[in-house]
């Protein structure tokens, strides 16, 4: 049977919300059953711990002559911290669940990398398992993952729990989510709420206990590959990684059929270069994106102002009105002008094995494509549409889960802003199962691209394109629902 898809909720979120998304009304959940249902044998926690400090899954088998008579607990339960999110109070976080928990299953994300865990805290209880414990294997199979952080943190962890999919190390864990960063649309949309409340004792233990309790759903992952031509190296987000470098009939079938397909006129580079990643939320490119890596640079240049999501928000909207979004002072400016003069945009419908051109309206200076209902902190630029729309515009009511992306434009920041508070829609584009863009050059000197909130600046070539190409992963990530 499938598993549920998460509902629908609310396109804003308010404190109360907030709350609501961390309790459990007329429950009271006591400290020592919590700890009876999550905490991993002590010779189990030791052997990972071993596994991944010397990077060696093998490490740990010198704890496994005590598992005799240990049996797993219900779910048990590893949490990724990012002590950077949430208002820098991710460190006290750290010390409360570890006090709940256990030391060695509450990972500082700054210390151990979720890919660490995954090829050597994973694979040393496999190993285990193969040589005959018990528990070890029930361990491994009712692994569950919380990851306390933001939208950009729970990608990362995905991503590497993806690993395990390609390598046919089933099953893999489902993720649940204790919200900590400023937009925190994923933790929205499978019901962990849009921020953390702050009265740790309490809330903590409920996140833990709806982790155990939570049933699993879907989440679409989507894989996005970006052919450049040589010659410019960018600073990449985390969440992609290049390729090797190569000349064009050195490329794969995937990558040089960006090429082939798109490029109407003028001569191929001779090397071009590639890089990849995946998202779950969204991928954007145009005055959004630069909007959001103006934000980030300034909050790494001035930590001191990242106190938390309300400040943050603030920061951001006054940055966005500096970029020349809500106000044009010369529309002749190149790099002012809409998204129509340097892109090209081709999708795939569902079913159909056609690519089909859709024109990028002039107005537009932001395209969006979307996979969740929530987008920009809790907001549904999308809408819920009524049925007759959907027909007219041969649309589908949109899922997280159903291999389809929802693409939508804005216009100048205040058609933005207006979107973004449900006073007018966004241009409603097309829905797609998969999108090339072909990113001319010429007068423009860069473009600005984002996905699930990680901003990076492309550079553009005069003579050549640059293509992106986004398409479903074949397999999908699994959500614990927080509801």
């Known amino acids: ?20 998304g961390c309790g459990l009304p007329g429950i009271r959940i006591g400290r020592e059953d919590l700890k009876m249902r999550i905490v991993i044998p002590e010779y189990l926690r030791l052997a990972m711990r071993d596994s991944i400090r010397f990077k060696n899954p093998n490490a740990g088998e010198q704890h496994a002559g005590i598992a005799k008579g240990q049996a797993a607990p219900e779910a048990p339960i590893v949490v990724f911290v990012n002590s950077k999110s949430g208002g820098r109070h991710g460190t006290v976080l750290k010390g409360r669940l570890q006090d709940l928990m256990c030391e060695e299953q509450v990972f500082d994300l700054s210390i151990v990398k979720p890919n660490e865990f995954v090829q050597y805290g994973l694979a040393c209880l496999e190993n285990l398992a193969t040589l005959g414990d018990n528990c070890a294997k029930d361990t491994r199979e009712k692994m569950r993952v919380m990851v306390a952080g933001g939208d950009g943190t729970v990608g990362w962890v995905l991503g590497s729990l993806s690993q395990l999919y390609k390598q046919n190390r089933l ?14 649309d994923l933790s929205r949309s499978f019901g962990w709420g849009g921020s953390f409340p702050f009265a740790w004792k309490s809330a903590v233990k409920r996140s833990l206990y709806k ?32 390729k090797e470098e190569g000349s064009l009939d050195q490329l794969s079938v995937t ?42 640079h300034l909050r790494n240049e001035k930590p001191y102002l990242a106190h938390g999501p309300i400040a943050n928000k603030v920061i951001y909207s006054g940055y966005s009105c500096t970029q020349g979004w809500f106000c044009t002072p010369c529309t002749s400016d190149p790099s002012l002008r809409g998204l129509n003069n340097i892109l090209r945009m081709y999708i795939k419908k ?20 979307v996979n969740l209902h929530n987008y920009g902190s809790g907001r549904n ?3 819920n549409l009524k049925p007759e729309y959907l027909e007219k515009r041969g649309f589908v009511e949109a899922h997280a ?14 058609h933005a802003s207006f979107v973004m508070v449900e006073l007018i829609s ?58």
């Not at 099953?171 to 925190?184: H, R």
């Not at 590959?225 to 987000?237: F, H």
């Not at 999108?435 to 550079?459: C, F, H, S, T």
């Open 211 to 242: 982790a155990v309790t939570g049933p699993d759903c879907r989440l679409d992952t989507w894989q996005i590959v970006v052919s450049m031509p040589s010659g410019e190296n960018i600073e990449l987000p985390y969440s992609l990684k290049y």
């Open 426 to 483: 966004a241009k409603h584009i097309a829905q797609a199962a998969a999108v090339r863009l072909e990113i001319r050059g010429g007068e423009w000197r860069n473009a600005y691209l984002q996905m699930d909130g990680e901003p990076w600046k492309q550079p553009m070539d005069k003579e050549y394109s640059t293509f992106v190409e986004i398409k479903r992963v074949p397999f999908q990530s699994l959500m614990i629902n927080g509801e």
């Open 1 to 20: 049977m499938d598993s549920p898809s998460p509902r629908r909720v609310a396109a804003r979120s308010s404190l109360v919300d907030s709350f609501r």
């Open 255 to 296: 990558e040089l059929s960006l090429w082939q397909d798109l490029v109407v006129e003028g001569e191929l580079p001779e090397k071009s270069t590639c890089f990849e990643g995946v998202f779950y939320n969204y991928f954007s490119i145009g005055m959004d994106a630069q909007v959001a890596y103006g934000f980030h």
């Open 381 to 383: 630029p999308w809408g």
């Open 401 to 414: 889960d159903d291999g389809l992306l929802e693409i939508f434009g804005l216009k100048q920041g205040w």
């Open 171 to 184: 099953p893999v864990p489902p993720t649940g989510i204790i919200p900590l960063g400023t937009g925190n």
């Open 350 to 369: 569902v079913n159909h094995s056609e690519w089909e051109q859709i024109p990028v309206p002039s107005s537009v200076r932001a395209i969006v494509a």
